[in-house]
C-alpha cells in the first residue's frame, strides 16, 4: 500500500539524518493525495520499532489544501477561491465525481478564478516532512 511505501521512507529519512532519538516528526501530505492517515500512523508505529533514534517518535500528520497556477495569466490561487466550482462538479456528478478520483484531471473541470483559462496546473502536492522534534532539544535552546 502507498501508506506503507510513505512511512518506510519517513523512517528511512529521519534513521539516515538524524542521530539523537526522535520525540515527533510533522508530515505534511496534500489533501488529494486521498492517504489514509490511520493506515500510515499504524505503517509508521510499526516501522519505527526496527531502529532506535525513531522507535518513540509519534508521527503527526497535516493535511494541506492545494494550491493552483493559471499558465495563462500567472495568477496563483487557493482551493478555497474554486471551491464553489468544485461544489458544482461535485453536484452534476453525485459523490463519485471525477476529481476525487483523478485530481489530475482538474484543469479539464475547473478554471482560472481571473481569466477563464483552463490551462491550470496544481502546486504544493509534494508530500514533505515539516519539522522534527528531538529529545533534549529544549534543554540546548537554555
Ligand atoms: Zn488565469
Known sequence: MH???IAYS????LTENFN????KVTLVIPLFSFLDVGILKEAFNELKKENPIVENA????KIQ??????RNCNREFKFSDIQQQVGEVKNS???????????????????CPYC???DIEAIGQEIYIEKVEEYGAVERVS
Open 3 to 5: 501508506e506503507w511505501s
Open 10 to 13: 519517513v523512517v528511512k529519512t
Open 20 to 23: 539523537k532519538r526522535i520525540s
Open 58 to 61: 509519534e508521527l503527526e500528520v
Open 65 to 70: 489544501e492545494p494550491s493552483f497556477r493559471c
Open 93 to 111: 456528478y453525485g459523490e463519485e465525481y471525477p476529481l476525487h478520483l483523478m485530481p489530475e484531471l482538474f484543469p479539464a473541470f475547473i478554471k
Open 116 to 118: 477563464g483559462s483552463h
